[in-house]
């Protein structure tokens, strides 16, 4: 064989594995997930070209809305009614946007019989799962100052809250993110790469808090929720996996960063 003959077998031998790393990778990975996050439950949830471009206009609009609206929320005042509402807001312009954008829809699983049902007790066990494993991270934070200081910055809202209003617009966010961003948004991305892209735009979102602590649990959570998407087809696991984590969130840790010192922002100095 020649040497251009060699050349170009080795560059087809090439593309040939070049497109055969990924799948091989994401078979491996897919291998060691719960069968819950993978396979998929048959289902038909086509719409028109012209419903799928407007839940696309109605998803751009309402991402950034929500997104500034969060920034503005969590600037408030702890216990303030400002925080309240505009709390609530924001989980009435997630909402919002997942009803006017189109159809949701709830989602199922199969059993081990192969029979569909509804996901009820295995996305709680996914919340309390996820729920360990944060308090475990946190448990690590509280010796990083810069993520000690986001955590307890956040925290300041539980702390010095109302418990029963603070819960409340807890559970209304989770509830009204899963209807936006695993909802309406996940079925606005289309086919492909659905759980990176709309996972991405959740940890956009929480970029408008400017609070580092938020944005890395935005990670995680929005590829847990993403994954639990697609493998039902709808929205009522993640929402009860959401609210099952944030549940014990709000109970647990903040007892961790209670006694923490109060985060102080600097003043400027004279002449400046």
């Known amino acids: 064989m020649t040497r251009g003959g060699v050349g170009r077998t080795a560059r087809r031998w090439a593309r040939r594995n070049q497109a055969a790393v990924p799948e091989q990778v994401r078979n491996a990975l897919a291998g060691r997930l719960p069968g819950w996050l993978v396979d998929k439950v048959p289902r038909d949830h086509r719409e028109s070209d012209a419903a799928f471009r407007r839940r696309r206009r109605v998803t751009a609009g309402v991402s950034l809305a929500g997104a500034t609206l969060l920034g503005v929320s969590l600037s408030q005042e702890p216990d303030s009614p400002a925080f309240y509402g505009l709390t609530l807001g924001v989980a009435g312009t997630w909402i919002a946007g997942g009803v006017a954008s189109g159809p949701l829809h709830l989602g199922w699983m199969q059993s ?134 944030s549940v014990l969130m709000l109970r647990h840790l903040p007892p961790l960063f209670r006694d923490r010192p109060s985060i102080a922002v600097p003043a400027p100095a004279e002449g400046t």
């Not at 993520?147 to 418990?163: C, E, F, N, S």
């Not at 940890?203 to 697609?230: D, E, H, I, W």
């Open 112 to 245: 081990p019989t192969d029979t569909l049902r509804r996901p009820l007790l295995t996305p709680v066990l996914a919340g309390v799962g996820a729920f360990g494993l944060f308090y475990g991270a946190a448990l690590v934070a509280r010796r990083i100052a810069p993520l000690d200081a986001a955590i307890t910055r956040v925290l300041r809202y539980a702390h010095q809250g109302k418990p029963g209003l603070v819960l409340t617009t807890a559970l209304a966010n989770g509830v009204a993110e899963e209807v936006f961003f695993r909802g309406a948004l996940y079925a606005a991305v289309g086919a492909q790469a659905p759980v990176a892209k709309s996972t991405a735009v959740y940890a956009l979102a929480t970029v408008a808090t400017r609070n580092p602590a938020l944005v890395l649990a935005s990670l995680p959570m929005g590829l847990l929720f993403a994954l639990q998407r697609r493998a039902s087809g709808g929205i009522q696991a993640p929402v009860l996996t959401h609210l099952t984590w």
